[in-house]
């Protein structure tokens, strides 16, 4: 478990899925809890790691347009060496599986 990621202080794993694994942490800039989104690099080769790294700040940018009750809001996308995350709302609730 990362320490800090960004400017963002970890406090414990949320879960994890094929993409990558997303961390409940808190912004010590804006005083809130965020959910971390971070992408899986290291088991990939360098050539699909930019293709994943690009698919994820597309889907940061889709999101940040989103505006609706239902959806969650982007705060941040960032990279730290190799790793990229998006920074988002947390909402606590339950797995959907």
Do not use: N, W
């Not at 959910?35 to 940018?61: H, N, P």
């Amino acid at each position: 478990l990362p320490s800090r990621i960004g400017r963002f202080k970890v406090l414990k794993r949320l879960g994890s899925g094929g993409m990558g694994v997303v961390y409940v942490a808190y912004d010590d800039a804006l005083g809130r809890k965020v959910a971390l989104k971070v992408l899986r690099t290291s088991a990939i080769s360098a050539a699909k790691r930019a293709k994943a790294r690009d698919r994820l700040k597309r889907e940061a940018q889709a999101m940040a347009k989103l505006s609706h009750p239902h959806g969650i809001t982007i705060y941040d996308v960032g990279q730290i060496d190799d790793q990229i995350f998006l920074a988002m709302e947390f909402v606590k609730g339950v797995t959907l599986t």
